[in-house]
């Protein structure tokens, strides 16, 4: 299985923005499709996006939708989040996600290999 490591989190304000990224090593990365996921605390892990493994294809929770934007640079096994116009209830604990073969779902079930995740906290 691929091994995954967030970087990137950290404390900013509102209207502000973070660049995620999560490397990927022990694994073929182009084959698998990648996902972020995140966490507030006393919440459900939920999704936030994905992309395919070609990057042809993304696709976005609604409440980050517009102000999201992910990719991927297969050639340095990496994922980005691009976060801008980060509101308070942004803040999570945010973990990427490697879903070998796998079309790029929103189904977290799918997904076979986590990152630890990197906190972002978002003040008003």
């Known amino acids: 299985q691929v091994q995954l490591v967030e970087s990137g989190g950290g404390l900013v304000q509102a209207g502000g923005s973070l660049r995620l990224s999560c490397a990927a090593s022990?694994?073929?990365?182009?084959?698998?499709?990648m996902g972020w996921f995140r966490q507030a605390p006393g919440k459900e892990r939920e999704f936030v996006a994905t992309?395919?493994?070609?990057?042809?294809?993304?696709y976005y929770a609604p409440s980050v939708k517009g102000r999201f934007t992910i990719s991927r640079d297969n050639a340095k096994n990496t994922v980005y989040l691009q976060m801008n116009s980060l509101k308070p209830e942004d803040t999570a604990f945010y973990y990427c996600?490697?879903?070998?073969?796998?079309?790029?779902?929103?189904?977290?079930?799918?997904?076979?290999?986590w990152g630890q995740g990197t906190q972002v906290t978002v003040s008003e």
């Open positions: 996600a490697a879903d070998l073969y796998g079309l790029g779902v929103e189904n977290m079930d799918e997904y076979d290999s």
């Open positions: 022990g694994g073929t990365f182009s084959s698998y499709a």
């Open positions: 992309i395919s493994r070609s990057s042809g294809n993304t």
